[in-house]
């Protein structure tokens, strides 16, 4: 499993909270201590909003404790909305074009999780994804191909509605190819302005997440870091959590459709 983080407030240098807190980032992706995987060590990135309405990004097959150039990087630039990634990768090979975040005009979009049996049931979710959006596709993992068929469901209108229409989608494919293994998927998107962050998993597992009120702003995590006493807030199953204009919301992020009485 993957460890991220997000940060959305006042601008701030990205090293502040990648590198400098204790259980940094950059420190689980050698020592992660709640993800089945203690090393995370299959690429990295981030992603930033700076002065255009595109973000910057950057996503490298180096471990992120070993990447000079990502440590030169966050020293540097200053962001008041960025996302980054360490990646332990369960689906699609160790390439720059698996790393996260990935990004589609202003939008970016990074995934812990994975859709149980997804080698069998490629080729349909792919086809999920629309023809204009097609060449987009540079990796073959599973996260990547989530992201362009929910863009393709309507995500810059309706986040929350594309990403449960995307994966109801998603566990048809499986239940129809007599799949088993558990859908899992933890992840965060950006526009530029909002923050959306989504817990959830068909088997209730979903992988973790935590969220934490800074002096400077709000940050999402897989998992807390910084000092022993501060306090983060868990995430919990099924929900879908929205930061803007220094406030988060949560609400209950539905997939299955109910069924009338």
Not at 1 to 19: E, K, N, Q, V
Not at 194 to 218: K, N, V
């Amino acid at each position: 499993m993957c460890r991220f983080l997000a940060y959305s407030g006042d601008p701030i240098f990205l090293d502040t909270l990648l590198i400098a807190p204790e259980a940094s980032l950059v420190s689980q992706s050698h020592s992660a201590r709640e993800a089945k995987t203690v090393v995370n060590g299959d690429g990295c990135g981030v992603g930033w909003y700076g002065a255009r309405s595109e973000p910057g990004l950057y996503r490298g097959i180096l471990p992120a404790w070993s990447d000079a150039n990502l440590a030169s990087l966050c020293h540097q630039v200053e962001a008041g909305l960025f996302l980054a990634h360490v990646r332990s990768a369960t689906s699609g090979e160790v390439t720059m074009a698996n790393c996260h975040p990935f990004s589609s005009g202003r939008h970016l979009f990074m995934h812990n999780g994975q859709i149980g049996g997804y080698e069998a049931v490629r080729r349909s979710v792919e086809a999920l994804v629309p023809d204009d959006l097609y060449g987009l596709r540079r990796g073959n993992s599973d996260s990547e191909a989530m992201f362009l068929a929910a863009l393709g469901h309507g995500l810059s209108h309706d986040p929350a509605g594309a990403i449960a229409a995307m994966l109801r989608t998603c566990l048809r494919i499986q239940h129809a190819n007599g799949i088993t293994q558990p859908l899992r998927f933890t992840a965060i998107l950006a526009d530029g302005q909002t923050l959306h962050a989504f817990r959830w998993a068909s088997d209730d597992r979903p992988p973790s997440l935590y969220w934490r009120q800074l002096d400077s702003g709000i940050a999402i995590a897989s998992e807390p870091f910084g000092d022993p006493g501060d306090h983060w807030h868990p995430v919990a199953a099924g929900t879908h959590m929205t930061v803007a204009g220094g406030a988060a919301r949560c609400e209950e992020f539905a997939v299955l459709e109910t069924q009338p009485a």
